[in-house]
């Protein structure tokens, strides 16, 4: 079952540019099925409650963001992750887009 988020209330912007997602000897990620090279870029998402850092995954082109701009998060989905004791969710999405007439600060 895969768990999707539902950004369409929320405000999405970029803290960090995106960066190669690296494995533990440096070299850079693809998706197993595709060889599509893997991307993580950090958001800060905010809604009425709250706000919250997270880190987005995607894979094949590098997402053409930058640092403070709102952006619209394509199919984003949670995954909940457990190894060795320690726990947390993980967040992959299709694509990253600048939000139409967003402009990085």
């Known amino acids: 079952m895969k768990l999707y988020v539902d950004t369409k209330a929320k405000q999405v912007t970029v803290s960090k540019d995106p960066e190669p997602k690296n494995d533990q000897n440096?070299?850079?990620?693809?998706?197993?099925?595709?060889?599509?090279?893997?991307?993580s870029t950090q958001v800060f998402v905010l809604d009425e409650t709250g706000g919250e850092v997270i880190t987005i995954t995607t894979a094949g082109?590098?997402?053409?963001?930058?640092?403070?701009?709102?952006?619209?998060?394509?199919?984003?989905?949670a995954i909940p992750w457990a190894t060795n004791g320690r726990n947390g969710v993980a967040f992959r999405a299709i694509s990253l887009k600048p939000k139409a007439g967003s402009a990085a600060k």
């Open 26 to 39: 440096g070299n850079q990620r693809s998706e197993k099925n595709t060889g599509r090279l893997m991307w």
């Open 61 to 77: 082109e590098k997402p053409g963001v930058m640092v403070g701009q709102l952006i619209e998060v394509e199919q984003l989905e």
